[in-house]
């Protein structure tokens, strides 16, 4: 049996609105280490926004000595004005190897993973696929289950 993505996941997951500003999701990426934040409306994932998408939108001259008022206000912007809207996402029983091919089929770096509720109980990120495959190519997943060591607890979500 292959392993699912809820075995492959991480489970705690930054959830952010959608008028969280730019400078406090950068905070939030600082504070617990994750790369991914989900945004949440009414209680279901609508978008995501990942450290590379703030990187688009923040002025690369913030914090800098040339740094002007313009572009301390790229801090300001909300999550909807930067999130991925168009959201693929995959179910917790799914396959891992799935959740893997989606992300390389469609260049996207993670998924949340989505209950029969449409409440989110995880994110599957590329470290994710990857901590799979390394277990999977060094023999420890085998053709009865997953093995020990899944790797998926990282914080680089």
């Excluded at 617990?32 to 209680?43: D, K, N, W, Y």
């Excluded at 168009?86 to 089929?105: F, N, Q, R, T, Y």
């Amino acid at each position: 049996m292959l392993r699912t993505v809820a075995q492959a996941m991480t489970e705690e997951v930054v959830r952010i609105d959608m008028d969280t500003r730019i400078e406090e999701i950068i905070e939030r990426f600082r504070s617990t280490g994750f790369r991914h934040a989900l945004v949440i409306e009414e209680g279901a994932a609508v978008g995501v926004i990942s450290d590379r998408d703030v990187l688009r939108h923040v002025s690369p001259f913030v914090g800098k000595m040339g740094e002007r008022n313009m572009d301390r206000t790229t801090l300001t912007r909300r999550a909807h004005q930067v999130m991925t809207r168009k959201l693929i996402s995959v179910g917790p029983d799914s396959p891992a190897v799935e959740a893997a091919m989606l992300m390389h089929k469609h260049y996207i770096s993670c998924v949340p993973v989505v209950n029969a509720d449409g409440e989110c109980v995880g994110i599957f990120t590329w470290r994710n696929a990857i901590a799979f495959a390394a277990d999977v190519l060094g023999g420890k997943e085998t053709a009865g289950g997953a093995g020990a060591g899944d790797g998926a607890g990282s914080k680089a979500a």
